[in-house]
């Protein structure tokens, strides 16, 4: 990416990138204090089963429920990293009008 070029080649650039695209451009990973007082890398997290952790009561438990009020930020959990977001994609349940 355009970002993972410029933080390669100008010393000292701070840039954000997605987790998966900075590993894969094999980038320096910050790491970052969770609600549970630890410091931690997104690859840390991830190896210690911190994305689960972050999902735990927080999602609601049908797909038709309200997601409204959804956060994946700061969740409770030794290793949970603090920065989650959440994908949503909108399916009708019925294609009857078209």
Not at 9 to 20: F, N, R
Not at 55 to 66: G, I, K
Request: proline fraction near 4%; hydrophobic fraction near 35%; aromatic fraction near 8%.
């Amino acid at each position: 990416t355009s970002m993972a070029k410029c933080i390669h080649e100008t010393p000292g650039t701070i840039g954000y990138i997605d987790a998966g695209h900075g590993h894969q451009e094999n980038l320096e990973e910050v790491a970052l204090l969770n609600s549970s007082g630890l410091y931690l890398t997104s690859k840390t997290a991830a190896a210690n089963g911190g994305w689960g952790a972050a999902l735990l009561n927080t999602l609601p438990t049908s797909a038709e429920a309200d997601f409204s009020g959804v956060s994946l930020l700061n969740q409770p959990g030794e290793y949970t990293w603090p920065m989650v977001t959440l994908s949503y994609l909108y399916v009708r349940q019925t294609l009857s009008h078209i």
